[in-house]
C-alpha cells in the first residue's frame, strides 16, 4: 500500500497474540522478540509433546519492488 502511494485507510491491522492463543487451546505458545531468544524457545518447541506454537516477530519493512 506504501510502496504504491495508497490509502492505507482500514488496512493497518494488529496480529494477535498467537503465543496467548496456543495457550488458551491447550497447547504451548512461545513468543520470541530478540534473536538471543529464537534458539531457546525453539529448543523448547522441539521438546514438547503437544503442539507449539512459536510468534516470531520480525522487523516491518517495506519490499521495495513490491507490485499490486
Known amino acids: ?3 504504491s ?3 492505507t485507510l482500514g488496512s493497518a ?3 494477535p ?3 496467548v492463543i ?3 487451546c491447550v ?3 512461545l513468543r520470541v522478540e530478540s534473536l538471543e531468544q529464537l534458539e531457546k524457545n525453539l529448543n523448547i518447541a522441539f521438546q514438547q ?3 507449539v506454537i ?3 516477530h520480525t522487523a516491518n519493512f517495506i519490499v521495495p519492488h513490491t507490485k499490486i
Open 1 to 3: 500500500m506504501v510502496v
Open 5 to 7: 502511494h495508497l490509502s
Open 13 to 15: 491491522l494488529t496480529n
Open 17 to 19: 497474540d498467537f503465543a
Open 22 to 24: 496456543a495457550e488458551a
Open 27 to 29: 497447547g504451548v505458545g
Open 49 to 51: 509433546d503437544k503442539p
Open 54 to 56: 512459536v510468534d516470531i
